[in-house]
């Protein structure tokens, strides 16, 4: 742990040269993340005993909350929560580009849409992977944000509509056959356990586990990057926004201590309680 | 029949005076004072002692025969599970030989809410019970619906002992003359039950009994004899599912992957489980048009719980099953997509994690070097 970019820029900030941060995130979408990661975290923790209502911790779990009554109550009010939550997100993209023309979300370097460039960064990172060429440079989003944000993204789609048709079945089988609400329960639950699945180890790894960034990446916490962790991770966005002179509106002061301490207290947290419903979650798919 | 035998002694009794029991009392005085107000208070110690005939008397008396007056009873207790029980049957049961009550006393040994505690006096001693070859039944009985309402509520009617076994005649419930006998078990249940009675009769269960299936179920088959519980109680409808289960195994495993089941398993009752959908006593299958589960009577069956259910709604089935691709098509592929996406996202990307992961830390260990 004492290796690693941060060491680099502990050591800057000691010899006195200033550590320069950008913004990454806006207020917004880090109170965006910070939704989903609560309400995402009260749907695992009260979803998993209900798909694995069979295993042993599940009713104890049931019985130590107060039964399925509080269960479903939580798990009610953190899917509701979560839906307000996506559809602000998706409302504001389509303001965004519909009102406020700003097409770039839609195609280019700062849209989530897959472009060329996600999948030859791809291939590049696999030989990468195999000594077998250089470590690609990436833009703004690296082809797994993408991963990470249309795998939640179809998950909360997915999920969601499911659940909607068993929280009120009589209003949807005005269009859809009763049957389908056998496959409702299937969708929901296996799309759960991929959701969590991955959410729990992918993207744990890929944002914040891996060595480069472990324990934790604080940008989306702090909505900051420091200039090193820029040029290291986004080196296209970071050039052609030097080049073009619009870096410098993004600077921004160093993240105060107790923002640094807050976002490594409940992202900590988030990813413990990740690892803690994962490993449930293995023990009773193996015993199902 | 009955009577003659106290009336003929009644009737010598008033001829030789009342010097014969004055002489007995003399030296039986106990014996005589709790006589006097047993149920036999009116009758003279020879009656039963029928070989003392005058003072002194032979030290070793003559076992009492029951049996000279009570025909009936002693017959039956011959041709019972009890025959061979003890020198002296009849006490087992009725107490002490001078102070036998009638059974409409509340201090007698076989009054309704006695009753069990004198059965248990074997019945609830392991050993003994073991010896005979049973279970000791007293005390799943005494905390069973039945039980607790006889001897903590005082409610007569609540079954005792004998209701369902019977009281001189119990026989073996392998014997097919017993009460207890499988197939007599709906008939002793039902004369109390004659509702439930009249539903099982009338539903599947009772139709395989009638026509001589042996695997048919009666009614202890799902409530126990002896440990039976208030069908209202959380801890009873716990169970159920799996009472059915036992012998419904294929449908147990259906309904263990919908959604009533895994609420059901969380400890929550409000909740389909068999008997919402199917009823319990009037099970009928879902080819009869009076099943709650028939096609015209679905909807209804599942509006007691989904006010508002539609016909589509009832579409919906607490059974399908993934693994059935003939009767649930797109449930079984919906399966396997769901299957292929986990296998393969999570794989794929497992594998990308990995290879990631070891390339990172080579990279760190060389930066180490520097």
């Known amino acids: ?288 | 029949m009955k009577w003659g035998a106290p009336i003929l002694v009644a009737l010598g009794l008033s001829m030789m005076g009342q010097a014969a029991a004055t002489d007995c009392l003399s030296c039986h005085q106990d014996n005589g004072t709790s006589a006097k107000a047993s149920v036999h208070g009116s009758l003279s110690c020879t009656s039963c002692h029928t070989t003392i005939h005058e003072y002194p008397h032979p030290q070793t008396a003559t076992k009492v025969n029951c049996g000279s007056c009570h025909e009936g009873n002693s017959h039956d207790i011959s041709g019972s599970v009890h025959a061979s029980v003890g020198v002296q049957p009849c006490l087992n049961c009725h107490g002490a030989a001078h102070s036998i009550l009638p059974a409409s006393d509340p201090k007698s040994t076989i009054y309704p809410s006695n009753l069990p505690a004198t059965c248990g006096n074997c019945h609830g001693n392991a050993q003994i019970a073991r010896q005979a070859g049973l279970k000791e039944v007293y005390s799943p009985y005494i905390d069973s619906i039945h039980g607790a309402a006889l001897t903590k509520d005082g409610l007569l009617v609540a079954a005792s002992c004998s209701s369902c076994h019977g009281s001189h005649k119990i026989l073996s419930k392998t014997n097919k003359a017993s009460r207890t006998y499988y197939a007599n078990v709906p008939a002793t249940c039902g004369t109390c039950h004659a509702g439930p009675l009249r539903d099982y009769t009338a539903g599947i269960h009772g139709q395989m009994l009638e026509s001589g299936v042996d695997s048919a179920p009666v009614c202890s088959s799902c409530h126990t004899a002896h440990q039976i519980s208030s069908v209202e109680k959380t801890s009873w409808k716990m169970k159920t599912t799996a009472t059915c289960g036992g012998c419904h195994k294929d449908e147990l495993t259906t309904y263990h992957d919908t959604f009533h089941a895994q609420v059901s398993a969380l400890g929550y009752v409000e909740v389909a489980r068999c008997w919402d959908c199917h009823g319990s006593h009037a099970i009928l299958p879902a080819s009869d048009p009076n099943s709650k589960i028939s096609a015209s009577n679905r909807v209804a069956t599942c509006a007691k719980c989904h006010t508002g259910a539609s016909a589509s709604f009832a579409t919906y089935d607490p059974h399908a099953d993934s693994h059935d691709q003939k009767r649930y098509p797109a449930l079984h592929y919906s399966a396997i997509f769901m299957n292929l996406l986990l296998a393969g996202v999570l794989g794929f990307f497992a594998l990308h994690t990995i290879l990631w992961f070891l390339r990172s830390r080579f990279d760190r260990k060389g930066e180490s070097h520097d």
């Open chain 1, 1 to 288: 742990m004492t290796e690693g970019p941060s060491v680099h820029i502990e050591e800057a900030s000691k010899a006195g040269a200033p550590v320069r941060n950008y913004v990454r995130f806006s207020l917004a979408q880090r109170y965006l993340h910070g939704i989903f990661v609560l309400t995402f975290l009260g749907l695992a923790l009260t979803g998993l005993p209900l798909r694995f209502s069979h295993a042993g911790w599940a009713l104890k779990f049931a019985g130590a909350v107060g039964g399925f009554g509080t269960i479903l109550f939580f798990h009610k009010t953190s899917a509701a929560i979560m839906s307000v939550a996506f559809l602000t997100h998706v409302a504001n993209i389509l303001y965004r580009v519909v009102v406020r023309r700003e097409f770039g979300l839609v195609w280019g370097p700062d849209s989530m849409v897959p472009r060329l460039k996600d999948f030859t960064d791809f291939f590049a990172n696999l030989k990468w992977f195999f000594w077998l060429g250089p470590k690609p440079k990436f833009d703004r989003y690296a082809y797994w944000d993408k991963v990470d944000y249309w795998a939640v993204f179809w998950g909360m789609a997915i999920i969601g509509l499911s659940g909607y048709a068993m929280w009120f079945p009589q209003f949807f089988v005005k269009f859809i056959p009763g049957s389908w609400l056998n496959i409702a329960l299937l969708i929901h639950g296996e799309e759960a356990i991929l959701a969590v699945g991955f959410i729990f180890t992918i993207h744990y790894f890929n944002t914040h586990l891996r060595p480069q960034n472990f324990p934790m990446d604080l940008t989306i916490f702090t909505g900051r990057q420091t200039e090193q962790e820029f040029k290291e991770r986004h080196p296209v966005e970071y050039e052609r926004l030097a080049k073009s002179g619009e870096l410098e509106t993004l600077a921004a002061p160093e993240p105060p201590l107790w923002l640094k301490n807050f976002a490594r207290l409940v992202g900590g947290l988030a990813v413990v309680a990740g690892l803690v419903m994962l490993y449930l979650l293995v023990v009773a798919f193996i015993n199902d």
